[in-house]
């Protein structure tokens, strides 16, 4: 089992930048692809990126490429968003997950068997 517990969250300007973060506890990260993904209201919940556990290569939604950076800490079995030019359309309840599947299934829910409980994000105009 893994637990996976994200914070960082908040109230942001757009053009501002926030840095979310997820500590995982019961397993080590590193065995684990990770990932981002969110939920606004009333809208499906939606990949933002991934980090493959094997050569650390990462995968971005088109919305956030060039301005959201995702990393790993494997020492300190954690994951990071680093989020830069923030927009409106990017207030959403962020969430981390870990996985295990394989490469096709790095942009879906089905690729990730385990979920933290989510961090707000919200960014005003």
């Known amino acids: 089992q893994v637990q996976l517990v994200e914070s960082g969250g908040g109230l942001v300007e757009a053009g501002g930048s926030l840095r979310l973060s997820c500590e995982g506890s019961?397993?080590?990260?590193?065995?684990?692809?990770m990932a981002w993904f969110r939920q606004a209201p009333g809208k499906e919940r939606e990949f933002v990126a991934a980090?493959?556990?094997?050569?650390?290569?990462?995968y971005y939604a088109d919305s956030v490429k060039g301005r959201f950076t995702i990393s790993r800490d494997n020492a300190k079995n954690m994951v990071y968003l680093q989020m830069n030019s923030l927009k409106p359309g990017d207030t959403a309840v962020y969430y981390c997950?870990?996985?295990?599947?394989?490469?096709?299934?790095?942009?879906?829910?089905?690729?990730?068997?385990?979920w933290g409980q989510g961090t707000q994000v919200a960014v005003s105009s």
């Open positions: 997950a870990a996985g295990q599947a394989v490469l096709s299934h790095t942009r879906f829910e089905s690729g990730y068997l385990y």
């Open positions: 019961g397993r080590t990260l590193s065995s684990y692809n």
């Open positions: 980090i493959r556990r094997s050569g650390g290569t990462t």
